[in-house]
Nanobody, 120 residues
Framework: QVQLVESGGGLVQAGGSLRLSCAAS????????MGWYRQAPGKQRELVARTTSGGSTNYADSVQGRFIISRDYDKNTVYLQMNSLKPEDTADYYCNVGVFPLEGRPLTSWGQGTQVTVSP
C-alpha cells in the first residue's frame, strides 16, 4: 500500500503563486518518476510537469517558464511551485508517483487531488 497526501491548493489572484506538495508513504522500496497532472471542468486530465528518478524534468508548454517541479528524495515528496498563475490554470491538480514497492510489482499511485482556482 502506498499513500499520497497532497496539500497547497487554494484560491489566488492572477499573477500570484502557489506551491503544491505531495508526500508518498507506505510500503516503498524506491520511487521512480513523480509528476503533476491537472483536470479542468469538462476537459481531460493533462500532464503538467514530471521529474524522473534521475532528476530530469519536463513541462507542458502552457506552464513552461512559470512552474517548477522539484522533489525531496529523503522525504519522498514532490513539489510544484506555480508562479504567474493565470485563470486558465484553474483545475484540480493530482500528483502521480511511480513506485517500486517492498513487495510485488511496480505500481503507479494517484493523489486525491487538490483544487487550484485562479481569479482574474
Amino acid at each position: 500500500q502506498v499513500q499520497l497526501v497532497e496539500s497547497g491548493g487554494g484560491l489566488v489572484q492572477a499573477g500570484g503563486s502557489l506551491r503544491l506538495s505531495c508526500a508518498a508513504s507506505g510500503s516503498i522500496f524506491r520511487i521512480n518518476a513523480m509528476g503533476w497532472y491537472r483536470q479542468a471542468p469538462g476537459k481531460q486530465r493533462e500532464l503538467v510537469a514530471r521529474t524522473t528518478s534521475g532528476g530530469s524534468t519536463n513541462y507542458a508548454d502552457s506552464v513552461q517558464g512559470r512552474f517548477i517541479i522539484s522533489r525531496d528524495y529523503d522525504k519522498n515528496t514532490v513539489y510544484l511551485q506555480m508562479n504567474s498563475l493565470k485563470p486558465e490554470d484553474t483545475a484540480d491538480y493530482y500528483c502521480n508517483v511511480g513506485v517500486f514497492p517492498l513487495e510485488g510489482r511496480p505500481l503507479t499511485s494517484w493523489g486525491q487531488g487538490t483544487q487550484v482556482t485562479v481569479s482574474p
